[in-house]
């Protein structure tokens, strides 16, 4: 499919979009919203989707890189996709250039592959990482300048008709160690105070990162659109901790939550990734007064119910997903999904799930809201 047919298949509905923003703000709010916020995903015939779950459905990833045109029309299965299920999931699009991003500020280069996402080359000495200086104007600093590229490409394509957002900006944790590598645990023990000092360093990068690009996007500060439709409303930065859930609950306090406490009162507010097993890490997370929610990559790795009933009763949110059994009816479906919030007010669950054929999804969201009549 060329280029030009790919964008014709884009055509949200400006009206659903912001009635799914005020959802979204009403569901961040202290009393909830009218109905949890339903994500729902469908087929994209015009661009199937692959068995590997890693490899790009158009482009490969060298080709993105190289091409910001490739790397725009990638995502748009995404964003076809939500347009065409109308329902509370926020279509957007975003830079996307590799772990090595941020990183890149410091000069640390990554490999890039044809079938897998980039990784980095080499990790830096301590020597090096003291001598880095992070430039007032990041303008011009590392793949930053590819970034800004691609965001007015993207909008000038779009005509801003879908948002243009941010992904993968790392969090003060994740760019420490990847410009520092597995070194940062032991330096964590036999040089702490250098550990801070980099720390510092990588949370100020973030957050003057994310102000920058947030600008160049047209997007608020304290709200923001993430990928897998989320969008995020007293608060508006995503961090992505995956490195964190190798530390101890102690090692996390102490090296962790500091920077990701400031960097999300930067923005109002936000929410955090990690994907691997967090819960040695999680009541940690909870005493953040500035999280919002949580974003799990590996929900099967914990008990679901268990974890959605905890992370509400704290006062959190977090994108929630169940399978579906072969044949299960949608009201039942809907039912067990819900039973763990059985009597609480309509907050905490932004549920993702699937449909077979686009014309299903009303009927979807109509057994969604019926569920939630039923049992909120």
């Known amino acids: 499919m060329d280029a030009g047919a790919l964008i014709s298949l884009v055509q949200p509905d400006a009206a659903v979009l912001e009635q799914a923003r005020k959802r979204f703000r009403r569901f961040a709010s202290p009393k909830g919203s009218d109905y949890l916020p339903l994500i729902l995903s469908t087929p994209v015939p015009e661009v199937p989707s692959k068995t590997d779950f890693n490899r790009p459905l158009l482009f490969d990833y060298d080709e993105q890189l190289a091409d910001l045109d490739k790397m725009l029309h990638e995502q748009l299965r995404g964003v076809i996709m939500l347009c065409r299920t109308r329902s509370d999931g926020i279509p957007s699009v975003s830079p996307r250039f590799g772990i090595g991003f941020l990183p890149s500020v410091f000069g640390v280069e990554q490999k890039v592959f044809a079938d897998r996402p980039p990784w980095i080359k080499r990790h830096l000495s301590k020597d090096e990482i003291s001598k880095v200086e992070i430039p007032r104007d990041l303008s011009s600093a590392g793949l ?50 250098f550990v801070h000092g980099l720390l510092e360093k990588t949370t100020d990068l973030f957050i003057r990162a994310t102000r920058l690009l947030k600008r160049e996007c047209g997007e608020p500060t304290e709200e923001g659109t993430y990928a897998h439709g989320l969008y995020m409303t007293r608060g508006g930065a995503m961090l992505c901790e995956d490195c964190a859930v190798m530390l101890s609950p102690k090692m996390h306090r102490e090296f962790v939550i500091p920077y990701t406490r400031k960097a999300l009162a930067e923005f109002g507010g936000g929410w955090v990734h990690f994907c691997g097993q967090g819960s040695h890490l999680i009541p940690n997370y909870y005493e953040v007064k500035e999280l919002r929610g949580f974003l799990f990559g590996q929900l099967d790795l914990y ?34 999904a819900l039973l763990p919030l059985k009597g609480r007010p309509k907050k905490g669950m932004v549920f993702n799930t699937y449909v077979n054929d686009p014309h299903d999804a009303p009927e979807a969201m109509a057994a969604w809201r019926a569920a939630q009549d039923r049992l909120l």
């Open 303 to 336: 008990d679901r119910e268990a974890l959605l009933r905890d992370v509400v009763a704290h006062g959190k949110s977090m994108l929630y997903s169940l399978p579906r059994k072969p044949g299960e009816p949608l009201d039942d479906y809907f039912r067990r």
């Open 144 to 193: 930053i300048p590819q970034a800004i590229a691609f965001v007015r490409r993207a909008r000038e394509v779009l005509r801003d008709r879908i948002p243009v957002g941010l992904y993968f900006m790392l969090s003060p944790i994740d760019i420490a160690f990847m410009a520092r590598g597995e070194e940062i645990m032991t330096d964590m023990h036999d040089n702490p105070r």
